[in-house]
Structures are given as structure tokens and as C-alpha cells.
């Protein structure tokens, strides 16, 4: 048996966990961890410009890959910069194992130097935490970290490490679990099946079916079961911000996503539904419009693996609590059954009349069966670029997004076929995360064409990470949509505080982007007309190994279209354009 | 309606804020609470009342039960149990006052734990809403200092909550 040191079974343990990649920042508290990754660990280490990024590339890597984000931080000020992040990844159930350094056991509530009381502060965000007080147990406490992160419904964990654990001095054995149990914590493997026979005949019996589907399918590596079930019911399907990807877009059968800023034909497919499939999604507010006028007509099956996550808004008529790729999957096979028992059951045709109203509100008002946006004015559009991304990538681009008016473009604009492309701060928002996610994506792929869409606003909130990139050579391409002002900001003022700008306009303080990312050593290329637009992504992209900042010029005054009308309005209610409602 | 939740959870540092925290973060409030270890050390049983309808009191329980350290909970306010709660009363007891309040404490089966030339000390144990009506019959003029215990309570019958 080995006798290994508390830093030297982190970094021992990170080999035998199969990390890739080490997302951190030292200081004081995880020096000795640090040196126990100097003198021995195989996975590489990226050093951040700011923990927070270190928070986000490690959740970019995750939702890329599946795998936990690893991020290691130090004390205090280390602990509470990641904070951000790992809000960012417990609201969109993000599996992370974040390591926070932590001040001597001894000194522990004493006010020390750097000392902050990490599992206080992060414990309403986290999956779980564990604070470690004897060194013989990080093995486990380990393991155990990566099991909760990654199982049921996945979560960040944070292992708090007081430095006198990790020194050199002290060594014990090591041995790394392979496996970990943990008597109060045993997610669901199967639905149940007499919920799932339920749900199988209200689906063969439904007239205006929908399947709403959410990041969960993403989390849960459902999309193929999924697209089956999809396929066989003729069902329309739509997704939430989080789950894009996982049904394909180009399929006649996607309705494109709903919610606030959610497609009309999806809104209404919901709205006038008779029976919802709603999968790995959690009726979120930003989905629902106002609960009390949500989906009049519609009977609703409720699959999520999070039984807190059913009934909690929108109360479900059949909940099943399991995985939803095996639910999924026993679900269809019980469908099969039933309709070969008994051959007088509806087949796929019977929608008919479903899929004839669905087309008309298609044409009528869907982004993708023509240009939705004023294209009389002289400025580049925000969905031209990303219409001209998804064109230039194939629609194969890992894209990560920040947070505004350029986010909601990329996710009606740019058409996933995949899952896990779209990598997207849904739940908490945060400005900032385009950046660093788009590392942690490229890290993983690194033939992959992975592009960041941002506005000028967000970029700048970790816009420190250029340097990063610098270091490790992340050639990503960053997409900024520049419209002068915090545009998500403006265009509510513009719609409920009749214009009044405060303080969501930068005058003349922006930097010359160009310069800036030449300054860090990458490329800038800055786009002010549409005839040059295309041609400029090509090159952006024909550049493999050069970050490209491409600063887009792009309408100042354009509105994220459609949105609904809140509050007190119904899925169906919406804003279609500047003047024009339903 | 109030409900008593009784919690089984690992006796670990953190378990109880976790719980706790659980209930200021989503809005829910605690009425009573108490906690201490069980026959098992590596458990501690914690319980806890608390008012809502059913669909909150469906939420708290799927909340509480996501939370790694708790290992099994159950609603005592869906079957038939036992509620007791214990309460410590100082009354300011002189002149007639004292016979009077001697006899309120034996109505209540209650005892005078601490005998002072001017104040009782009273223990009296059940149910919360008996201990409010022994608070009532003393009278608030004579009440110095109230401490209660929370209500701690069990199932009748065969049912246990155990691992
Ligand atoms: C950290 C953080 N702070 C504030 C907000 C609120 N917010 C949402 S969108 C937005 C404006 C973003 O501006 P920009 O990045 O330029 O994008 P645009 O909307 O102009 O495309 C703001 C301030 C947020 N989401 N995150
Ligand atoms: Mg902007």
C-alpha cells in the first residue's frame, strides 16, 4: 500500500477519476496541492484569469462532454469568486466537483487570513458539500464527490480542504474506491410502469399532442430515445433554452423553442394542446407565462428523474419519476405493445388536422420559413450573423452564449442537430459564462469548430480569459454583437418604461475590440457590412489555430421577437413584432 | 394544515443548517424543531412542525428528501401517532396566587419542578395545543419566562422510522 500525502492524493486521485482537465487558481490554502500537482499529476492544469472563469470553462467542459467540470480553488477570496459559477451550474444541473482550499483546521472561526465559510456561502447552490477533517478520508470523500455530481439529477459539489490536511509531512494510505455507496442517496433507475401504461395510452389517445422537452434530456443522454419515440408517435416536438439539440431542428417535426421568447407555432402547439409530453423540463416561468392560464385544455405527462422538479408549478397528471432515457425507451415499448394488441388504436395519421393547424401557424409566423425582421434598415441584423454562422459551421459549431438579446438570437437562429452544442447559462443567467464555457468546450474538442456569441456588455465580463487562451492556445471563435448598449436591458425599457435608457447605454466608453484581442496576441476582425459578413466568418473560421474576435456591428434598436406578453398572458400571448400582437 | 415531520439523517456537521437553510432559501416556515441522536450515533432524528397545504407540504418533503444527509422522513400527520412536547414555565407565585397555581398544575398533570419564595418552576409535557391551554389557564400576568422543547412525536403500532 501507498503512503501518500492530502495533496498528493488529490492529485493522485484526479489521475484515477479520469479527469482531463484541472480548471484553477492558487493561493495560500492549496499551495501543498498545488506542489503535489507540480511534482506528480498527469492532468493538465488551466490557469483561469478569474475563479469565476474557472467555474464556467470547468461547466463549458462539462456540458460539451458529460463529464464533471473539475475546478480548484483557494480560500476566501478563490472561494467566493467560483461562486458565481457554481450557481451557474447547480441551476442548470451541472455535474462540477469544485476542491476549495480553506484556512488550518486550527484557525477555523477564528477570522484567519483568506478564511470564508465555504460551505455556508455556497450550501443554497450546491448538490452537496463536504468539508474534509482527516486526511485518510479524501479518497472517498472524493469519489463520493464525483458520484453525487454525476448521478440522478447531476449538480456541482464542493470539497472544502483545510490546508493542514494537504501538507506533505503527513502521509496514510491511499487507496481510491472504485466504487461508492451512500445509504441516503439512491436516484431512481426505472419508472414506474404502471405510470408509464398510463401515460401510453394517454399519449395514443391524444388529438393535439406536444412533446416539450428540456435540458434534462441533454443532462440525461436521452436525445436518441427521444427522436425515436418522436418519430414513431408523429408527435410535434419543442424545447426549452436548455434542451436544443437533443430532437434535431432541421426535422419537419421541431416546432423550434418556446416560452418568452419562443416561436409562435411552439406557444401555440402548447397552448392548444390536448396532451403534453413534457420531458426533463421543469415548467419554468420563463416557459410557462402565467400558471394559472397555462395549456387550458391539456392533460400533462410529467417525466424527470427530480421528483421535487414534478408538480412543483404546473401540476402534472401522470408523474413519472425515473431516468428519462430508460423511461423513454420503456415507454415506446409499451406503446408498441398496446398498438399491436389492439389495431383500431390511432396511428401517426391521425394527426392530420394537428399537423395542417401547426403548419398554418408555421407560415403564418416561424422564424425559419422566412425572414421575421425588418431588413429595410442599413444595419447588419443580430439573426443575419447568427444565420450566418449556423451557415458558415454547418450548424455543427459548439456554441456557447451569454446572456441578452444576442443569447435569444443564437437560440432561435442557429439550428442544433446535437446535443450538447449549445452550451448555455439558462437557469441563472449569468453575463460572462460565453467565454470561458467556449474553453472548456474547445479543450475538449479541439477540432471542433467552437464559437462564443456575446454582446459587448457581457464579453467584458470575462473578457480577462483572452489571456488564458493566449497561454494554452484555445483558438476559439468569439462572435460579439455589438449594438452599443446592454440590449435585453434597453428592449425591456423600450417596452415598459417608455425608453427611459438607465444606465443601459455605454456612450463612447467602449474599447476598440480589434485592438484589444491584438493586444492579447489574437486576431480581430471587425464586420460593419452586411456584404462583408460572410466572407469574414469564412475567414474567421478558415483561421484554426488563431482566436478570432470578430466584432460585429449589428442594428442598435433590434427587439428580440416573438415575446409574451406579460404579465397575466397566456402561452399563447404574444409580441411578434415592435407594433404588431397576437 | 400543520404537519409534523419527523427526519432521519446522518449525524453529520452541516446536516442540520442544510435542513434548516432548505426552509428560509424556498420560503417555507418552521413552526417547531428540535433534533438529537437516536439509538444509532451515526443518526440523529430531527423534527420539525410546519403549516401549509398539501401541495407545500408535498414540496417541502421532496425537498427535504433530496438533500444527501437526509436518509428517511416521514409525515407523522398522515397516520395515527403520538405528539409530545415538553415546556419549562417560571410564574411569579405569591399569597393565594400559590394554592391556585398548584391546582392549575395538577389539572395539567404538570409538576413544580423549582420551588422559589415568589416563583414556580413548572414542567408540563403532551401535545402543543394542551401546553397553550395550561399557558392560558395561568394567565399571562403571572408567566415570567416560557421555554418549549418543539414537538417530537412517533407513529402508533408496528410502523418505525428506522434505516
Ligand atoms: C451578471 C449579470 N448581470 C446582469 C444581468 C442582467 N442582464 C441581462 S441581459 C443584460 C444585457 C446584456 O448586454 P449585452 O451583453 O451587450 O447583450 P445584448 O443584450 O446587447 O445582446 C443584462 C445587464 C445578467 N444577466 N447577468
Ligand atoms: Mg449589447
Redesign the pocket.
Known amino acids: 500500500m501507498e503512503l501518500l500525502s492530502g495533496g498528493e492524493m488529490i492529485a493522485r486521485a484526479m489521475e484515477d477519476e479520469g479527469v482531463e482537465f484541472i480548471f484553477g487558481y492558487p493561493g495560500g490554502a492549496v499551495l501543498h496541492i498545488y506542489d503535489a500537482l507540480f511534482k506528480s499529476c498527469k492532468v493538465p492544469h488551466i490557469l483561469v484569469r478569474h475563479e469565476q472563469a474557472a467555474t464556467h470553462a470547468a461547466d463549458g467542459y462539462a456540458r460539451a462532454t458529460g463529464k464533471p467540470g473539475v475546478v480548484l480553488v483557494t480560500s476566501g477570496p478563490g472561494a467566493t469568486n467560483a461562486i458565481t459559477g457554481i450557481a451557474t451550474a447547480y441551476m442548470d444541473s451541472i455535474p462540477m466537483v469544485v476542491l476549495s482550499g480553506q484556512v488550518m483546521s486550527h484557525l477555523i472561526g477564528e477570522d484567519a487570513f483568506q478564511e470564508t465559510d465555504m460551505l455556508g456561502i455556497s450550501r443554497p447552490i450546491v448538490k452537496h458539500s463536504f468539508q474534509v477533517s482527516r486526511t485518510e478520508d479524501i479518497p472517498e470523500i472524493i469519489k463520493k464527490a464525483f458520484y453525487i455530481a454525476s448521478s440522478g439529477r447531476p449538480g456541482p459539489v464542493v470539497i472544502d480542504l483545510p490546508k493542514d490536511l494537504t501538507n506533505p509531512h503527513d502521509k496514510y494510505e491511499y487507496n481510491y474506491p472504485k466504487k461508492v455507496k451512500l445509504r441516503s442517496y439512491t436516484p431512481a433507475a426505472r419508472g414506474h410502469s404502471g405510470q408509464i401504461k398510463k401515460a401510453a395510452s394517454l399519449l395514443l389517445g391524444a388529438k393535439r399532442p406536444v412533446i416539450y422537452a428540456g435540458g434534462g434530456v441533454v443532462q440525461g443522454n436521452a436525445s436518441e430515445q427521444l427522436r425515436v419515440l418522436a418519430r414513431e408517435l408523429n408527435f410535434p416536438v419543442t424545447h426549452t433554452l436548455m434542451g436544443l439539440g437533443a430532437y434535431p431542428a432541421s426535422d419537419r417535426q421541431f416546432l423550434g423553442m418556446l416560452g418568452m421568447h419562443g416561436f409562435y407555432e411552439a406557444n401555440n402547439a402548447m397552448h392548444h394542446s390536448d396532451v403534453i409530453l413534457a420531458v426533463g423540463a421543469r415548467f419554468d416561468d420563463r416557459v410557462t407565462n402565467t400558471c394559472s392560464k397555462f395549456c387550458p385544455g391539456a392533460k400533462i405527462v410529467h417525466i424527470d428523474i427530480d421528483p421535487a422538479a414534478i408538480s412543483k408549478t404546473i401540476a402534472a397528471d401522470v408523474p413519472i419519476v425515473g431516468p428519462v432515457d430508460s423511461v423513454l425507451t420503456d415507454l415506446l415499448a409499451v406503446i408498441r405493445e398496446m398498438r399491436q394488441a389492439d389495431s383500431s388504436l390511432p396511428d401517426a395519421s391521425s394527426l392530420k388536422h394537428w399537423w395542417s393547424q401547426i403548419d398554418e401557424w408555421r407560415d403564418a409566423h416561424g422564424l425559419w420559413v422566412k425572414p421575421r425582421y425588418d431588413i429595410s434598415t442599413p444595419y447588419i441584423k443580430p439573426q443575419q450573423v447568427i444565420e450566418t454562422l449556423c451557415k458558415v459551421t454547418h450548424g455543427k459549431a459548439y456554441v456557447s452564449s451569454?446572456?441578452?438579446?444576442?443569447q435569444m438570437f443564437a437560440a432561435q437562429y442557429y439550428k442544433f442537430d446535437e446535443p450538447r452544442r449549445w452550451l448555455n447559462s439558462g437557469g441563472l443567467?449569468?453575463?460572462?459564462f460565453g467565454l470561458p464555457a467556449a474553453m472548456g468546450a474547445k479543450l475538449a474538442f479541439p477540432d471542433a469548430d467552437v464559437a462564443c456569441v456575446?454582446?459587448?456588455?457581457?464579453i467584458q465580463?470575462n473578457i480577462q480569459e483572452l489571456s488564458t487562451c493566449a497561454q494554452y492556445n484555445i483558438p476559439v471563435k468569439i462572435i460579439s454583437?455589438y449594438?452599443g448598449?446592454?440590449?435585453?436591458?434597453k428592449q425591456w425599457q423600450d417596452m415598459q418604461y417608455e425608453g427611459r435608457y438607465s444606465e443601459s447605454v455605454y456612450e463612447n466608453s467602449l474599447p476598440d475590440f480589434v485592438k484589444l484581442t491584438e493586444a492579447y496576441g489574437h486576431v480581430g476582425i471587425k464586420v460593419t457590412q452586411l456584404s462583408d459578413l460572410e466572407e469574414a466568418m469564412k475567414e474567421a473560421f478558415a483561421r484554426k489555430n488563431d482566436l478570432v474576435f470578430m466584432d460585429i456591428h449589428v442594428d442598435p434598436h433590434e427587439h428580440v421577437y416573438p415575446m409574451h406578453i406579460a404579465p397575466n398572458g397566456s402561452m399563447r400571448d404574444m409580441w411578434l413584432s415592435k407594433t404588431e400582437r397576437t | 394544515m400543520r404537519h409534523i415531520i419527523s427526519v432521519l439523517m446522518e449525524n453529520e456537521p452541516g446536516a442540520l443548517s442544510r435542513v434548516v437553510g432548505l426552509f428560509s432559501q424556498r420560503g417555507y416556515n418552521i413552526e417547531t424543531l428540535n433534533v438529537a441522536p437516536t439509538e444509532d450515533p451515526t443518526l440523529s432524528r430531527l423534527t420539525l412542525t410546519t403549516i401549509g397545504d398539501d401541495h407545500k407540504i408535498e414540496q417541502i418533503t421532496k425537498h427535504l428528501n433530496r438533500l444527501i444527509d437526509v436518509v428517511k422522513l416521514v409525515d407523522l400527520s398522515e397516520g395515527s401517532h403520538i405528539e409530545r412536547e415538553l415546556m419549562l414555565v417560571k410564574v411569579r407565585a405569591t399569597g393565594a396566587q400559590r394554592a391556585e397555581i398548584k391546582r392549575c398544575t395538577d389539572i395539567f398533570r404538570g409538576q413544580i419542578v423549582d420551588v422559589g419564595p415568589s416563583v414556580y418552576t413548572i414542567q408540563v409535557t403532551g401535545a402543543a395545543d394542551k401546553l397553550d391551554s395550561f399557558l392560558e389557564a395561568v394567565g399571562e400576568a403571572a408567566i415570567m419566562e416560557v421555554v418549549r422543547s418543539g414537538v417530537s412525536g412517533i407513529a402508533r403500532g408496528e410502523k418505525v422510522l428506522s434505516l
Open positions: 451569454d446572456v441578452g438579446q444576442h443567467g449569468t453575463m460572462g456575446t454582446g459587448e456588455g457581457s465580463m454583437l449594438n448598449y446592454l440590449g435585453m436591458v
